[in-house]
């Protein structure tokens, strides 16, 4: 019985460490997801980009570039893509500036005039958009979550454990005169609190605060 009892313990032992070794692994994954997707252009491909995003739950849109596992030989100026685009658990694109210039660039220029905008509120952070061609009054309350978590993120704020961010139409928008890029007058919005968050697959509901 006791040889019986040590087997099994033995037995058991080593599952405990497969099982944390595939933890760590997955961990690893995500921090270096998490890396690609915050460093413009740093991927080797899109093609891996996504194959990252897939092991970690990211629906990641497609990109306007290249797949064929061949990076382009451009400039990265040139390659670099000024956005990062997600699809919400409602099918809506989702889409990040990287830099000041590029929110700039997204929010007058890309998105529409009842498209959303999401921003974490009164610190630096990426101009989110939600792109709306069905015309919708509200966010979906699930998307408008994720879009929320995914401002909070990609604001300096993404250390916090619940961030205000503010939202509201690209219509309401204008942009500062005289400011920086990407600094904006919001006419009306609302506030939600949020958890910095990527957008993930399962991610309904997870985070506070959904507009009322």
Not at 140 to 159: F, V
């Amino acid at each position: 019985n006791a040889q019986e009892y040590y087997r099994k313990a033995r037995k058991l032992e080593g599952k405990r460490k497969v099982a944390k070794k595939r933890l760590e692994e997955s961990i690893a994954e995500q921090k270096e997801l998490e890396r690609l997707l915050a460093e413009a252009g740093e991927a080797p491909s899109v093609k891996e980009l996504r194959a990252l995003a897939t092991k970690v739950g990211i629906d990641l849109a497609e990109a306007e570039i290249s797949t064929s596992g061949a990076r382009p030989r451009r400039s990265a100026r040139q390659t670099r893509q000024p956005f990062l685009r997600f699809v919400s658990a409602d099918g809506l694109e989702i889409l990040a500036g990287r830099s000041a210039e590029d929110n700039e660039k997204l929010t007058f220029q890309v998105a529409k005039e009842h498209d959303f905008w999401f921003h974490a509120a009164g610190t630096a952070g990426s101009h989110v958009i939600v792109r709306n061609p069905r015309r919708l009054e509200k966010c979906p309350p699930r998307t408008a979550e994720q879009a929320a978590a995914l401002a909070a993120y990609l604001s300096k704020n993404r250390n916090s454990s619940n961030v205000l961010v503010h939202f509201t139409q690209k219509r309401y928008l204008k942009k500062q005169k005289g400011g920086p890029p990407g600094a904006v007058i919001m006419k009306a919005f609302q506030s939600m609190f949020a958890k910095p968050a990527l957008p993930t697959a399962d991610s309904q509901g997870e985070n506070s605060g959904a507009p009322g």
